[in-house]
Nanobody, 114 residues
Framework: QVQLVESGGGLVQAGGSLRLSCAAS????????MGWYRQAPGKQRELVAA??????TNYTASVKGRFLVSRDNKNMVYLQMNSLKPEDTAVYYC?????????WGQGTQVTVSS
């Protein structure tokens, strides 16, 4: 079992930056990958960025070059979001994978105004 708690969402103007943080607790040593998903109103939840235990990263095309996912060597995962656009507005969810189960945080709202 893993519990995930996000922080750092909010309202920002287009072109601005935000940093999301996620703290994992519980069976953190069993986590094989962590990352961030988002869900905009009326849309399906989508992968934003993921990072494996080995440090390999994966980004959805729309955020490449603007967002950076990172992990520390303990229990934190971060998402640095730069050059934000109104289309980045969504609820952002922290994600952890312990085969074969996906764990989710409660979500944090990111709103980008034009």
């Amino acid at each position: 079992q893993v519990q995930l708690v996000e922080s750092g969402g909010g309202l920002v103007q287009a072109g601005g930056s935000l940093r999301l943080s996620c703290a994992a607790s519980g069976s953190i040593f069993s986590i094989s990958a962590m990352g961030w998903y988002r869900q905009a109103p009326g849309k399906q939840r989508e992968l934003v960025a993921a990072i494996s235990n080995g440090g390999s990263t994966n980004y959805t095309a729309s955020v490449k070059g603007r967002f950076l996912v990172s992990r520390d060597n303990k229990n934190m995962v971060y998402l640095q979001m730069n050059s934000l656009k109104p289309e980045d507005t969504a609820v952002y969810y922290c994600h952890a994978f312990i085969w074969p189960v996906n764990y989710w945080g409660q979500g944090t709202q990111v709103t980008v105004s034009s």
